[in-house]
């Protein structure tokens, strides 16, 4: 599986911007998806994660009521809508697959394949 993402760019604080990622490969339907973030100087953290179906989701405390994870199987993407941001959800936002399972799970190591990265720049 290989994972593009992409949308990232400068927004002002409380406004809204949206990712996505393009997954390749014929496993992305049934593979949990997550979103993960790096901030300078600071370690890869969970964002949100997506089951294979779409139906379970979970929301780390920072973003929950603000982030949005969806996905479309169709398309072989997984969306990240972002509203009210905040200058501290400046990162890198990373999106990544589970190989072999299909639910949602929050640790970095529980994933086997990881975008690029794309920058979210919140300016206060």
């Known amino acids: 599986v290989q994972l593009q993402a992409s949308g990232g760019g400068l927004v002002q604080a409380r406004g809204s911007l949206s990712v996505s990622c393009v997954a390749s490969?014929?496993?992305?339907?049934?593979?949990?998806m997550g979103w993960f973030r790096q901030a300078p100087g600071k370690e890869r953290e969970f964002v949100a994660a997506?089951?294979?179906?779409?139906?379970?989701?979970d929301y780390a405390d920072s973003v929950k009521g603000r982030f949005t994870i969806s996905r479309d199987n169709a398309k072989n993407t997984v969306y990240l809508q972002m509203s009210s941001l905040k200058p501290e959800d400046t990162a890198i936002y990373y999106c990544?697959?589970?190989?072999?399972?299909?639910?949602?799970?929050?640790?970095?190591?529980?994933?086997?394949?990881w975008g690029q990265g794309t920058q979210v720049t919140v300016s206060s």
């Open positions: 490969g014929r496993t992305f339907s049934s593979s949990g």
């Open positions: 990544a697959a589970r190989g072999r399972y299909g639910s949602v799970r929050r640790r970095p190591n529980e994933y086997d394949y």
């Open positions: 997506i089951s294979w179906s779409g139906g379970s989701t």
